[in-house]
């Protein structure tokens, strides 16, 4: 039998250490892509190198030669694109380097896969944040319009239209998850679910006094990330390209993450957490709940972690590793 070889950006991510070790554990060979930068990043998979089907290459979206270099030279079955800025609240201050990296950087590797590799199949990682305009109610579905309220949403709607239009046009397998949030002990440090969970365990132990934060009305589908990953699997293993939903079908409040996190380590948060305008979004997205029937249906995946599991899950976390 022919190992599969699969390509992930956003290899050092919480999403892309997670299929890496998924991958692997179906016998593919994996070839990550990294950015070169002088802080090491690299903590989520260390512990893969020990394996001798897996492998790291620098590269960047943005750098088309490196994008064409490691398409033409791997040849990969599957291309996963999980590789983004990412932060919502952050694209507002950095609106160019996001279309930059989110935009242009998917159509880098979709002319690379049409010109080099026509055979790859390819994953592009959409986003909730591309619904959520005023007077669209949740939940959301593939056939919801779609108007993003941040510049990360527009540059991730633009990438799902690239991949829309490249495996119409051309026939390739450009396949789309919209995957709503999700959360693990490997969420970066400024994403609000990670900073909160950190602060709960440095105030549990006596290392931090207060947690600030900014809308904490706003709610969320919050998810597990290796359930949310083994969709991605899935989806890319479908004999057609299309548009998959994942989410948990259930909302929660940032405040409601706020109060479970305190009550794991016996404190009332009210005591601990202040607001501060500065992180809030200059246009909010109330509510983001997704309508995942089709990916229920058509790939039989459910999610499973419930929302009170992934937060105990991630201060427990942080309380071992501090």
Not at 104 to 114: C, D, Q
Not at 193 to 213: D, E, F, N, P
Request: hydrophobic share 35%; proline share 5%.
């Amino acid at each position: 039998m022919i190992m599969k070889k699969a390509i992930i950006t956003g290899i050092t991510g919480q999403d892309g250490s997670y299929l890496a070790e998924l991958l692997l554990s179906k016998d593919y060979e994996v070839h990550g892509i990294e950015r070169r930068s002088s802080s090491k990043n690299t903590s989520r998979i260390e512990h893969l190198y020990e394996n001798p089907n897996f492998f790291t290459h620098y590269g960047d979206l943005t750098d088309n030669s490196s994008i064409v270099h490691l398409i033409s030279e791997i040849g990969p079955d599957e291309f996963y694109n999980l590789g983004a800025m990412s932060h919502v609240r952050i694209s507002f201050d950095v609106p160019q380097y996001t279309l930059e990296t989110n935009t242009i950087g998917v159509l880098n590797v979709l002319e690379a896969i049409r010109r080099f590799s026509p055979n790859t199949k390819f994953y592009q990682a959409s986003s909730s944040e591309m619904f959520g305009a005023p007077g669209v109610e949740p939940p959301f579905n593939e056939n919801t319009p779609m108007i993003p309220q941040s510049p990360y949403g527009v540059s991730k709607l633009a990438s799902y239209h690239l991949t829309q239009q490249y495996r119409n046009g051309y026939g390739l397998f450009a396949t789309t998850g919209i995957l709503f949030n999700h959360e693990s002990p490997r969420r970066g440090e400024n994403f609000v679910t990670k900073k909160i969970t950190m602060a709960v365990a440095r105030i549990k132990k006596g290392k931090q006094k207060s947690l600030v934060l900014g809308n904490l009305e706003a709610k969320r589908d919050w998810g597990w990330a290796p359930d949310f990953v083994e969709a991605i699997y899935l989806i890319m293993q479908q004999p057609e390209p299309g548009v998959y939903v994942v989410s948990t079908e259930e909302t929660h409040t940032i405040q409601e993450f706020v109060e479970e996190a305190f009550l794991y380590v016996n404190l009332n948060w009210k005591d601990y957490v202040t607001f501060d305008k500065k992180y809030t979004r200059p246009n909010e997205v109330p509510v983001l709940l997704g309508d995942s029937s089709k990916t229920q249906k058509e790939l039989g995946w459910k999610p499973k972690k419930k929302f009170k599991e992934i937060v105990y899950s991630m201060v427990e976390y942080d309380l071992n590793n501090l």
